[in-house]
Each structure stands twice: as structure tokens, then as C-alpha cells.
């Protein structure tokens, strides 16, 4: 009976360009989806592994440059990466813990701004704070049991996400112009040691044929000898010939041999970050070479850390100001480009909202033909009515027609939203100015996530328009429609 009723009420009907539209507006609208989420996490991806290639993840830094070496290295040692404990799940709950922090921290700063935003009109303002969750956790003493879950959770991976330094590298910046191909480009000079540095920057070296290693790269032959490495971007606007590099005076410290005159320099090779900007403004030195230039002996910026997991960048951040102090500065990556990641996130929620508003016109369309389709059917199911079909059961029917329509657009718009996005992270179709984006093509990433909270998001809002359609069933007229047609 079922299925014969089934077979009754899915005729085509007439107007089956209703449906193929409805249809084709859901695919749409979730490919787009999922594309527009997958080239915002691509940005997000590359934007990360670019500054965490150049800049280490954890930076330990001191205004005044003085940094106690003895105590660096105990703390450094103290949050060292020991070997694993074994337990399964440690690493899932340190990034769920990592994750947890981040949002929190991110609605927190958006909360703030909301509150400053509202603070002309005092009765909205005050209604903002007293509906806040920020607000109780903030002026109220949360219960006892949350707080201890809030324990147990954090305690039970803050140790082990503390130990996950696995290389340090001291460095020294300043600042210089190169001469060279007829241009004069500001350029930041870093000072690394050569074998500690590749233990933390993951960058691509293209080292001239005579050296074997960034260390013999970087050290001169003699005494006037000033050998350099400068980015791949920067190495092409001041070309392979003569460069000449201006050291101006370090008002920090005695007016060195070669501060305030151009010397010549070596240029030893090219580095690639993935970030233009890097590429362009950055050259590297020699440490020892550097604070000889400018006679400040075992004087560095700061010291950049290397972890096993960038998940444990913030516990390890607290791990190291507590132990150092205030005098010290300890920054992570997220913090250090905050507001490249926050707007980054706040374009991925915009769009997400311009995209679910597509979704949702489109599964109007649903209610559209499911209604028109009803009123093309409303004989047949007049007739199935007298025969003993409740009208509960006829407008489940529609439902999972309208169903069937909505859920064959989402899994088409799945795929092919899943296929743009593979073809644009491995064909890289567009090209980029690397000069305003940082990236030379768009990337994309698509992450699993994604695709099923896209998949949720347009299954719900066509079960919506489904039912809405479907309860006009139980509205009709039958059995004026059965006698004189329903007009």
C-alpha cells in the first residue's frame, strides 16, 4: 500500500522545471558553501605555515635585549619534550583544550567590542551583560562542580602539553638598506645561529653550488668578508650583482666600524618562507657576525622555540612567563598575528551567513514546488483519502518528497563542492598578486568538518521547508476536491 501510494503522489506532474530549479538552487548554494569555507581555511592554512616557517610558534622576548641566558635555558629545558606517556586520547584532548581556550577567547574580545558599541543606550548595554555568559563567569562565582570539571579537564592535559619544545634558536633583528639592481629596498637584517635556526625555520633554502649548509653559507672568510642570505622576492628586485648594504648607527651602542656607510656584501643564497612579505623584507646574518657589526657582544632579541604541536602553543607560552617573569615578553604565533587570524575568521562567518541566506532562498523553492505539486496531486489525494489514507500519513509522504528533492541537492552540491575545492588546491586555477596577498594562488583546503556541518546546515533547512509544504495537506479541501475540483 506504501508503495503504491508512493508511486501515486512522485508523478512528475506539470511543472517540472520547478524542481529541477529547486534542486539546482541547493546545489548551488551548498557548493558554494563549501568552497567559499574550504579557500578561508586554505588562507588560514597558508597564512600559518608561512609565519610559523619563518617565525617559530613561541618567542621569548625582552624589551631591553638583555636576556639572562642561564635562565632561558632552565626554563627552556623545563618545558622540553619528554617522552610520550602512552595514554590514548592525550593528544585529541590537548587540542579539544586548545580549541576550547581559543573560542572563548575569541567571543570574549567580540563581546567587549559589543559592549563598547552599546554603551550610549544604558538599558540595552545592561541587558547585554546581564544575558552574557562572559558576565557570570566574570563577576559571579561559578558552582562548585563546574569548576571542578574545569580542573580535572585542563589538569589532566596541562602536563603533558607543557613539554613540546623541541628546538631553540637565539636571533638579534635590525634594521638596514640594500643597494642593488638600481633600486634601495629597506630590508630587516636577522641574526641566527646556522645549525640552531634550521632546527626551527622551515624554509626552503636555493644556497649557491659551493656551500654544502646554511652554517658555511654564513660564515666569512675573513674579516671584511660579509656573506648573506636574502629572501627569494627581495633577491629578485635588487638582482645578482654588486649589492651594497647601509648599516645605520644602533643608538644603543657605540658607534661601530661599519655603522653609517654602505659595505659591500655577499650574497650567499635565497630563502622562501611562502609569505611575501617575508620574502621580500628579510635577509639573514650570522649572530656572532652581527653583534660584531655592531659591537653589542652575546646581545640577541629574543630566542624562538620549535614545538611537536602547535596545539600546544598557548600552555607552553603560560608554562614559560610564569617561570621567566614579567621582565620577559613570551608571545605564540596565534598572539603574534592575531589580527590576521581574527579577520580570517570574521570573513569566514560573513560569508557563512551570505551562503546559509542562498541555502535557505533555495529551499524556499522546495516549498514552493512541493505546494504546487500538492495542488497538481490534490485528486489523487483526495481519493487515496476515502480509501483509508489518513492525512497524517499523506503529508509524511510529501515530507520525504521534499526530502528526497533537498537531500539529492545537498549530496550534488556536496560533490561538486568538494571537487572545486580539490581542483583549486591542486590545478591552482587563479593567481594572485603576491604583493596584496601574501600567497602567489588561491588555496583551498577542505576539512571534514566542514563538510558536515554544511551537509547538517542545508539537510535541516530543507527538512524546514519540507514539513511547512507538507502541512498544507492537512489544510485542503478533499472532499470539495473530489466532488468539483479544488479551485
Not at 512522485?10 to 520547478?18: I, K, M, T, V, Y
Not at 545537498?410 to 563542492?417: D, H, I, P, Q
Not at 566542514?450 to 521547508?465: F, P, S
Request: hydrophobic share 50%; glycine share 10%; aromatic share 10%.
Amino acid at each position: 500500500m506504501n508503495w503504491l501510494v508512493f508511486r501515486l503522489l512522485r508523478a512528475r506532474g506539470r511543472f517540472p522545471l520547478l524542481r529541477r530549479l529547486a534542486m539546482g538552487g541547493i546545489v548551488v548554494g551548498v557548493a558554494s558553501l563549501i568552497i567559499t569555507f574550504a579557500i578561508l581555511d586554505g588562507f588560514g592554512t597558508a597564512y600559518r605555515d608561512g609565519l610559523i616557517n619563518f617565525n617559530a610558534p613561541v618567542m621569548i622576548l625582552r624589551e631591553d635585549e638583555q636576556l639572562d641566558k642561564a635562565a632561558v635555558t632552565e626554563a627552556v629545558r623545563a618545558v622540553q619534550a619528554l617522552p610520550q606517556a602512552g595514554e590514548r586520547g592525550v593528544g585529541t584532548a590537548i587540542r579539544s583544550a586548545t580549541r576550547v581556550l581559543e573560542w572563548w577567547d575569541y567571543l570574549e574580545w567580540q563581546y567587549d567590542r559589543l559592549l563598547m558599541a552599546v554603551e550610549p543606550w544604558p538599558r540595552l548595554h545592561a541587558g547585554f551583560v546581564a544575558a552574557s555568559p562572559f558576565h557570570y563567569v566574570r563577576e559571579r562565582q561559578p558552582p562548585v562542580w563546574l569548576e571542578r570539571c574545569k580542573h580535572f579537564w585542563f589538569g589532566s592535559v596541562e602536563v603533558e602539553a607543557r613539554h613540546g619544545v623541541i628546538a631553540a634558536s637565539p636571533f638579534l633583528y635590525r634594521e638596514g638598506l640594500l643597494v642593488g639592481g638600481g633600486t634601495i629596498r629597506g630590508v630587516a637584517l636577522r641574526g641566527v645561529q646556522a645549525e640552531a635556526a634550521m632546527q626551527v625555520m622551515r624554509v626552503e633554502l636555493s644556497l649557491d653550488a659551493s656551500v654544502t649548509s646554511l652554517r658555511a653559507a654564513l660564515t666569512p672568510r675573513d674579516a671584511e668578508d660579509l656573506p648573506i642570505v636574502l629572501g627569494q622576492a627581495l633577491a629578485e628586485q635588487v638582482g645578482a650583482g654588486e649589492v651594497q648594504l647601509f648599516l645605520p648607527r644602533d643608538p644603543k651602542a657605540r658607534r661601530a666600524e661599519w655603522e653609517g656607510r654602505t659595505v659591500p656584501v655577499r650574497v650567499v643564497g635565497t630563502f622562501s618562507s611562502g609569505i611575501y612579505e617575508f620574502d621580500t623584507q628579510f635577509a639573514l646574518l650570522d649572530l656572532a657576525l652581527m653583534q660584531r657589526l655592531y659591537q653589542r657582544p652575546n646581545v640577541v632579541t629574543g630566542v624562538e622555540l620549535q614545538l611537536d604541536d602547535l596545539n600546544k602553543a598557548p600552555w607552553i607560552t603560560s608554562a614559560l612567563t610564569d617561570r621567566l617573569g614579567p621582565d620577559y615578553h613570551v608571545v605564540d604565533w596565534r598572539e603574534l598575528h592575531r589580527e590576521t587570524f581574527e579577520a580570517l575568521a570574521m570573513e569566514k562567518i560573513l560569508f557563512g551567513l551570505v551562503m546559509a541566506i542562498l541555502i535557505a532562498v533555495a529551499a524556499g523553492n522546495i516549498t514552493t514546488t512541493i505546494i504546487i505539486h500538492i495542488l497538481d496531486q490534490v485528486r489523487t489525494v483526495a481519493t487515496l483519502c476515502t480509501l483509508g489514507m489518513t492525512r497524517r500519513r499523506a503529508q509524511r509522504l510529501f515530507f520525504w518528497q521534499g526530502m528526497g528533492l533537498g537531500g539529492c541537492g545537498v549530496l550534488l552540491g556536496l560533490g561538486l563542492g568538494a571537487f572545486g575545492a580539490w581542483s583549486l588546491a591542486h590545478w591552482r586555477w587563479f593567481r594572485l598578486s603576491p604583493e596584496v596577498y601574501f600567497i602567489p594562488h588561491v588555496p583551498a583546503e577542505l576539512h571534514w568538518v566542514t563538510v558536515g556541518a554544511v551537509a547538517l546546515l542545508g539537510l535541516g533547512l530543507c527538512a524546514l521547508a519540507a514539513h511547512f509544504a507538507a502541512r498544507r495537506v492537512t489544510r485542503l479541501p478533499l472532499l470539495h476536491a473530489l466532488g468539483r475540483g479544488f479551485v
